[in-house]
């Protein structure tokens, strides 16, 4: 079973550009979530997404920011016209589906996009 | 609102040796799920270990262990017999009802051979 996918690994981009970060969770997850980790800090909630639905998009920034996890396909976290500190580390997850309480448990992790803006 | 508190911005530890990282939070919720993951210099998040509130015992995965008292909100992690592979970032990390994961900062960990 194959873990969380995520690509482009690496991604160089030159302010105003845009950015697509690329997420395929793993065989059987129906729930994905985005976080994104600053240099030298801890990782923060941006969104999290089921098929063809945002559940809670509170740690998105208002602007530039949006996400989408289509019926078939990736999840796909795009920022429009990026700014230098946009650069940072963007981590996906996944989770299984809700089984108890409404509330899912462990969440497995991509690798990571790193993310540098020029 | 929930926080995740981790006091110990580095630590290190003679290798066979015995280590514990420390860890508070705070939540208005009776039940929850709390994770420890490990983050090497490769920085791909690992899941080192997971308690459920709701249970009294404490969990263990191998040479990892953690103390969980839910009174105090405390949730430390232990690594016994300390290896050069345990080196890295840890992060304390608690889910809340809506499934987002909220991480402490993160305790650097340091392996001496």
């Known amino acids: 079973n194959a873990g969380v996918m995520q690509n482009p690994r690496h991604l160089v981009r030159r302010r105003g550009q845009e950015a697509r970060l690329r997420c395929s969770p793993m065989?059987?997850?129906?729930?994905v979530y985005w976080y994104r980790q600053l240099p030298e800090e801890g990782l923060k909630f941006m969104v999290y997404?089921?098929?063809?639905?945002?559940?809670?998009e509170s740690g998105m920034p208002k602007e530039r920011f949006s996400a989408e996890f289509p019926k078939e396909g990736p999840s796909i976290l795009r920022i429009q016209q990026v700014v230098r500190g946009d650069s940072a580390a963007y981590f996906c997850?996944?989770?299984?589906?809700?089984?108890?309480?409404?509330?899912?448990?462990?969440?497995?992790f991509g690798p990571g996009t790193r993310l540098t803006v020029l | 609102a929930q926080t995740v508190t981790q006091s110990q911005p580095e630590m290190s530890v003679q290798e066979a040796e015995t280590v514990t990282l420390s860890c508070t939070y705070d939540?208005?919720?009776?039940?929850?799920?709390l994770f420890w993951y490990k983050q090497p210099p490769s920085r791909q998040m690992i899941l080192v270990i997971r308690?459920?509130?709701?249970?009294?015992q404490n969990a263990t995965e191998n040479r990892f262990s953690v103390n969980f008292q839910k009174a105090a909100k405390s949730f430390s992690l232990k690594i016994s017999d300390s290896q050069l592979g345990d080196a890295a970032m840890y992060f304390c990390?608690?889910?809340?009802?809506?499934?987002?994961?909220?991480f402490g900062a993160g305790t650097i960990l340091r392996v001496k051979s």
């Open positions: 997850a996944s989770s299984p589906p809700i089984i108890r309480t409404g509330r899912t448990d462990t969440q497995y």
């Open positions: 065989k059987g997850h129906s729930h």
């Open positions: 997404l089921q098929k063809e639905n945002i559940i809670d």
């Open positions: 939540t208005s919720e009776s039940d929850y799920y």
């Open positions: 308690q459920e509130a709701y249970k009294q």
């Open positions: 990390a608690l889910v809340l009802y809506g499934n987002k994961l909220v």
